[in-house]
């Protein structure tokens, strides 16, 4: 396997793209690795945004599924934040690893998904997100980082400089998940 066959495709959350700190972050801890970057960006997140929760996933998953269909698993990475994790349900039927980035773990197509993947993924949120949830996330994966007192978005209480902190045990997890478990020296 060369570096160069890896890839790593990120699925945005529905605010900042794949460019907000959580995502950019895991994603150039795969390139670090020798990933290329296939970087999403949703596709009217307006008509998204209106749709009815059970159709969501769907509209996600169709969007995500072409930029991974086909790939090596072996190789090939998926990272996803809040509404990306919807893209559960396309690393289950790829049999992707991935990095879940404060998963939507009260919407049943990410849980349904989740479930059904036999490749290992990264579970990361924080307590304090209304969309966590600490047992389930437990039960599902091995790999879990939980923030005590983090939101959604990865914030915790004080000042920016405890939340940047954050970010940096984030990316440390995901680099130890990519080192130990997923592309392995």
Same mark, same amino acid.
């Given at each position: *396997?060369?570096?160069?066959?890896?890839? $790593?495709?990120? /699925?945005?959350?529905?605010?900042?793209?794949?460019?907000?700190?959580?995502?950019?972050?895991?994603?150039? /801890?795969?390139?670090?690795?020798?990933?290329?970057?296939?970087?999403?960006?949703?596709?009217?997140?307006?008509? +998204?945004? !209106?749709?009815? #929760?059970?159709?969501?996933?769907?509209?996600?998953? /169709?969007?995500?599924?072409?930029? $991974?269909?086909?790939?090596?698993?072996?190789?090939?990475?998926?990272?996803?934040?809040?509404?990306?994790?919807?893209?559960?349900?396309?690393?289950?039927?790829?049999?992707?690893? !991935?990095?879940?980035?404060?998963? +939507? +773990?009260?919407?049943?197509?990410?849980?349904?998904?989740?479930?059904?993947?036999?490749?290992?993924? +990264?579970?990361?949120?924080?307590? #304090?997100?209304?969309?966590?949830?600490?047992?389930? !996330?437990?039960?599902?994966?091995?790999?879990?980082?939980?923030? #005590?007192? #983090?939101?959604?978005? *990865?914030?915790?209480?004080?000042?920016?400089?405890?939340?940047?902190?954050?970010?940096?045990?984030?990316?440390?997890?995901?680099?130890?998940?990519?080192?130990?478990? $997923?592309?392995?020296?």
């Amino acid at each position: *396997m060369t570096p160069s066959s890896r890839s $790593v495709t990120t /699925a945005p959350g529905g605010e900042g793209g794949p460019y907000a700190p959580l995502p950019m972050f895991a994603t150039d /801890a795969a390139i670090a690795r020798g990933a290329e970057p296939n970087l999403l960006w949703w596709q009217d997140l307006d008509t +998204l945004r !209106a749709l009815p #929760a059970d159709e969501i996933g769907a509209h996600i998953a /169709a969007q995500i599924a072409p930029h $991974v269909a086909g790939r090596d698993p072996a190789n090939t990475l998926l990272v996803g934040k809040s509404l990306g994790t919807s893209g559960a349900t396309v690393a289950a039927d790829n049999n992707l690893p !991935a990095v879940w980035l404060t998963p +939507l +773990l009260t919407h049943q197509w990410v849980i349904d998904g989740l479930r059904r993947s036999t490749a290992p993924f +990264l579970l990361v949120g924080g307590t #304090a997100d209304p969309f966590w949830d600490s047992a389930l !996330a437990h039960e599902l994966s091995p790999h879990v980082l939980e923030i #005590a007192n #983090a939101d959604h978005g *990865m914030y915790v209480p004080g000042r920016l400089a405890a939340s940047t902190a954050v970010l940096g045990q984030v990316a440390t997890a995901v680099e130890d998940f990519l080192d130990q478990v $997923v592309w392995p020296a």
